[in-house]
């Protein structure tokens, strides 16, 4: 067969339609394999003796409980090593606390925390526990890292008590943040960089309070025994978490949906609009640990 000599004429007509075949090209848009989706850890867990008596945890236990809840986190089966994934021997440790009068973090809760930190090679005087007098504290005002740790319940101008919240007492002036519901509470922890020092989140599930009726509102009728904590790196997603459970409580209570006077909006808001964390449960890994009895989600 004779071989066909490329003319100037079928050069030109090849050059002509090149670049509209790239063109064409160039819009067919191959789809790229998809990411999985990343979500945040949440473990929740749960013992029917955490409670001496109401309101009076078992320091033992509270203690398991934690071992239990952080080596599931971060999935390291020895304790030491798995609070040093958070938190290293130089690290100058603030743990926020609650210390409101009816309901705080308990002692018990606290000292569990501390002794991992200093199991964890921080030396003692490195570390300091406080709620509203953070701003003045010399361990947070130098801390490289700190643990977030409160009680849930609900509250008259946020909704909720809630992991987001307990940073509040950083600001000079908190009731700043009250107005629409504290809908921008998180913009504390963007702006003062208390995002990336805060290793961990625990939102206190031993007698949470799902119901509140005015300023600083307590009733004993309205806590419950629970028995359970929630942990975190994410505080939007254990706050989303607590929520839930703090929802279906109010509903086997009430016998019906009865929404809370004050929307916990700044949970949801936290994520859509500032990107703190993740309230969507779509996007949360929740992991569930031990006593199972009563209200799940």
Not at 74 to 99: Q, R
Request: glycine share 6%; proline share 5%.
């Amino acid at each position: 067969m004779k071989k066909k000599t490329l003319t100037r004429r079928d050069f030109l007509k090849v050059a002509a339609v090149t670049p509209v075949m790239g063109a064409v090209a160039g819009s067919l848009k191959i789809p790229a394999a998809e990411k999985p989706l990343q979500k945040s850890k949440v473990v929740l867990i749960r013992d029917e003796n955490a409670l001496l008596s109401f309101k009076k945890p078992d320091a033992e236990i509270v203690q398991r409980m934690l071992d239990e809840a952080v080596t599931t986190l971060v999935g390291e089966k020895d304790v030491t090593k798995a609070w040093k994934t958070l938190i290293s021997p130089n690290d100058i440790v603030g743990i926020k606390t609650n210390i409101m009068r009816y309901l705080p973090t308990t002692f018990e809760v606290e000292n569990a925390i501390k002794k991992r930190i200093l199991d964890a090679g921080v030396a003692e005087n490195n570390i300091g526990i406080d709620d509203r007098g953070v701003r003045k504290n010399p361990i947070f005002k130098k801390a490289t890292a700190l643990i977030n740790a409160r009680p849930a319940r609900t509250h008259h101008w946020s909704g909720m008590g809630s992991c987001i919240k307990n940073y509040i007492m950083f600001v000079p002036k908190a009731f700043e943040y009250h107005g629409d519901s504290c809908a921008d509470l998180a913009t504390i922890w963007k702006d003062l960089n208390l995002k990336d020092k805060t290793k961990l989140n625990i939102l206190v599930m031993l007698n949470p309070q799902f119901h509140t009726v005015g300023p600083h509102s307590y009733a004993d009728k309205y806590i419950w025994e629970y028995k359970g904590l929630i942990v975190s790196k994410d505080p939007v997603a254990a706050d989303s978490t607590g929520l839930r459970i703090i929802e279906a409580k109010r509903k086997e209570y009430f016998g019906e949906d009865v929404p809370m006077k004050t929307p916990a909006k700044h949970i949801r808001l936290a994520e859509t609009r500032h990107g703190l964390g993740v309230a969507d449960p779509a996007k949360i890994e929740l992991i569930k640990l031990g006593w199972e009895d009563g209200i799940l989600i």
